[in-house]
């Protein structure tokens, strides 16, 4: 009758286990999917993105530019992303290099970089291989 029992209980515990696990992997792809979101919009934004100089010239402009690397990050907390994150590495028709950053305040930050700047940054960054 015991082992009866034991055998019940381990069941019981094995079912619970895969469960939670179950619950768990949910939670984890709803923040997930929340994230790809966020990216979605990064991307958007980078691509709308204009910037102009004093004579009127356009310096920056985002659906002509090319993403060479990217850095992304994020907390994910109980399903949910608490801080998003996207860095993009851009370069011009020009072969002018500047870095896009996105946050989910919505107010990107974009600064132009010397050659050895974006070099560098490069090396601290993922290539960008686009988005499916």
């Known amino acids: 009758m015991q082992s009866l029992l034991n055998s019940i209980g381990a069941v019981l515990a094995m079912f619970a286990l895969f469960g939670l696990a179950l619950w768990a992997s949910t939670r984890r792809s709803s923040a997930l999917g929340e994230g790809t979101e966020w990216r979605r919009r990064a991307l958007v934004q980078f691509r709308q993105y204009r910037s102009v100089a004093q004579s009127g010239e356009s310096m920056i402009d985002g659906s002509e530019a090319s993403i060479v690397a990217e850095s992304e990050s994020g907390v994910f907390r109980a399903g949910h992303v608490h801080s998003y994150s996207l860095t993009l590495l851009g370069r011009t028709p020009r072969k002018e290099y500047?870095?896009?950053?996105?946050?989910?305040?919505?107010?990107?930050?974009?600064?132009?970089?010397?050659?050895?700047?974006?070099?560098?940054?490069?090396?601290?960054?993922?290539?960008?291989v686009g988005d499916a």
């Open 98 to 128: 500047f870095m896009f950053v996105f946050n989910q305040d919505g107010h990107p930050f974009v600064k132009v970089l010397a050659d050895g700047e974006a070099n560098r940054m490069r090396k601290r960054m993922r290539p960008y």
